[in-house]
């Protein structure tokens, strides 16, 4: 139940999961080594992929774990050039990976990383030490600061040595508005008059809103459909604005008020109706073409 930030949402249990797991290994601890093959690490890679994918739509993706796998030779906005190695098939692998999700290694920049250990494993005769251990974290973030080390006093072996865990800090900014700019900012869209708020109160009203907004055909694209989206959004808003409410002025005066009750609720029904058919069938080409 810890907050993501101070007044911030919390991390709940359900936002942490196990991607995949096996008898040796867990997606999200260790990948394949470079003597399974380049095919092997870059399906493993390609499966966390599939996983994440509707996650990372909303959340940012941070990894820390073992990828086995030497990077370093290579530099790219994922990769950085300080303690690096020649890259192996399990580091390309995961390198690619990287750059799949626009994350970055920071113990491989030196702006980063501080500490004198180059390495994250050492061999059981302890004659090599390698880096094969890493943390990843999203470049679209906005850091305060960020900084790397790996923790000489950690060790998950107690016979000797075996793997030096690598341990990240970092400080996010967070923009949150506050409440005045959020009253303004509605005041700038609403205008002076309150007359809009109490319209949507109204179903009919809240349904002539939801009726008048389409969604684009699929194979549009997106800044396309954001553009149309909007466009329907504020006509949509300014005709429940400025029109009068249907309930108060009836198309013929001669009707008493019990039968123009039922004719607004007849229509209002249809409406009702005529969504659902529309989210039915879009709900079925989704299915279709995700299939």
């Known amino acids: 139940m810890l907050p993501i930030y101070e007044g911030g949402p919390a991390i709940l249990s359900k936002d942490v999961q196990t991607i995949a797991a096996t008898a040796t290994s867990f997606v999200t601890a260790r990948a394949p080594h470079s003597g399974h093959g380049l095919h092997n690490c870059e399906q493993f890679w390609h499966h966390i992929s599939t996983h994440i994918r509707q996650p990372s739509r909303t959340w940012p993706i941070i990894f820390l774990g073992g990828n086995n796998g030497h990077i370093g030779d290579t530099i790219t906005d994922a990769v950085g050039a300080l303690h690096g190695r020649q890259e192996n098939e399990s580091g390309s692998a995961f390198h690619h990976w990287m750059l799949e999700h626009q ?3 920071p113990a491989t920049f030196s702006q980063y990383h501080t500490g004198q250990l180059d390495y994250t494993y050492v061999t059981p005769d302890g004659e090599h030490c390698t ?7 999203p470049r679209a973030l906005h850091f305060e600061s960020i ?9 998950i072996a107690t016979q000797r040595v075996d793997h030096l865990p690598v341990l990240c800090h ?4 967070v923009f949150k508005p506050t409440a005045d700019f ?8 609403l205008g002076s008059d309150a007359s809009f708020c109490r319209a949507l109160q109204d179903p009919e009203r809240l349904h002539d809103l939801h009726d008048g907004i389409n969604l684009p055909p699929w194979h549009t694209d997106p800044h396309g459909t954001a553009d149309a989206l909007a466009f329907q959004t504020q006509r949509a808003i300014r005709h429940i604005h400025i029109q009068p409410s249907s309930r108060r002025q009836p198309h013929k005066t ?7 009750h039922l004719v607004c609720t007849k229509k209002f029904l249809f409406k009702q109706l005529r969504a659902l058919k529309r989210t039915r ?6 299915v279709l073409f995700r299939a």
């Open 103 to 105: 994350l970055f290694a």
């Open 131 to 137: 880096r094969i251990d890493y943390v990843a974290l």
């Open 147 to 155: 900084r790397t080390w790996a923790a000489e006093d950690i060790d």
């Open 170 to 173: 970092f400080v996010l900014k």
């Open 182 to 189: 959020a009253s303004r900012h509605v005041h700038h869209i």
């Open 254 to 260: 001669h009707l008493s008020d019990a039968t123009w």
């Open 281 to 286: 069938t879009f709900t079925i080409l989704q």
